[in-house]
T-cell receptor, first 112, second 110 residues
Framework: EPEVTQTPSHQVTQMGQEVILRCVPI?????FYWYRQILGQKVEFLVS????????KSEIFDDQFSVERPDGSNFTLKIRSTKLEDSAMYFC??????????FGEGSRLTVL | DAKTTQPNSMESNEEEPVHLPCNHS???????IHWYRQLPSQGPEYVIH???SNVNNRMASLAIAEDRKSSTLIRHRATLRDAAVYYC???????????FGAGTRLTVKP
């Protein structure tokens, strides 16, 4: 069964450093998403991406965040200057059309 | 996305049916009802979705009230692996910012 894969599974970084989280969506999917989940809290929408541009973003997705689909297969989330409160599990998801989202297993980010 | 209300937690016994309720009294005509679940230490997983008619798939059944102001996710035989947080989400057609609420934490007892 096709799946969404994310790397790294866990990243530890120092506050102020840049972080890039990578995702390989399911190959024929057109819509891509990033969500985050702070430990013990709910899953929060960050951004959706379609046709090489952001289609929706939440209030969390400020200028510190950016997304890119650099090569037609990867979908990346960049955090420019990490803060302690960015520590969370980050989930990538993709969907073919308006329907079910397929989520990856997540990348755990720890900011020290 | 319009608001949904779910109980914070529910318990079930293994091999018995589970009915997870969701209220969405402000649902609009173009809102689809989606259910996802999140097993411990995993990403969310799609369960089922519907618009007006009841839906069945290999994972569950979705019963939608005639006025669409509520719905119920049904697992016909709970297993221990069904212990998870279940999310009921309204998603407007064409809307790409599907947002999760707090969900219902289901505990399954052996």
């Amino acid at each position: 069964e096709p799946e969404v894969t994310q790397t790294p599974s866990h990243q530890v970084t120092q506050m102020g450093q840049e972080v890039i989280l990578r995702c390989v969506p399911i190959s024929n999917h057109l819509y891509f998403y990033w969500y985050r989940q702070i430990l013990g809290q709910k899953v929060e929408f960050l951004v959706s991406f379609y046709n090489n541009e952001i289609s929706e973003k939440s209030e969390i997705f400020d200028d510190q965040f950016s997304v890119e689909r650099p090569d037609g297969s990867n979908f990346t989330l960049k955090i420019r200057s990490t803060k302690l409160e960015d520590s969370a599990m980050y989930f990538c998801a993709s969907s073919g059309t308006f329907g079910e989202l397929f989520f990856g297993e997540g990348s755990r980010l720890t900011v020290l | 996305d319009a608001k949904t209300t779910q109980p914070n937690s529910m318990e079930s016994n293994e091999e018995e049916p589970v009915h997870l309720p969701c209220n969405h009294s402000t649902i609009s005509g173009t809102d689809y009802i989606h259910w996802y679940r999140q097993l411990p230490s995993q990403g969310p997983e799609y369960v089922i979705h519907g618009l007006t008619s009841n839906v069945n798939n290999r994972m569950a059944s979705l019963a939608i009230a005639e006025d669409r102001k509520s719905s119920t996710l049904i697992r016909h035989r709970a297993t221990l692996r069904d212990a998870a947080v279940y999310y009921c989400i309204l998603r407007d057609w064409g809307n790409n910012d599907m947002r999760f609420g707090a969900g219902t934490r289901l505990t399954v007892k052996p």
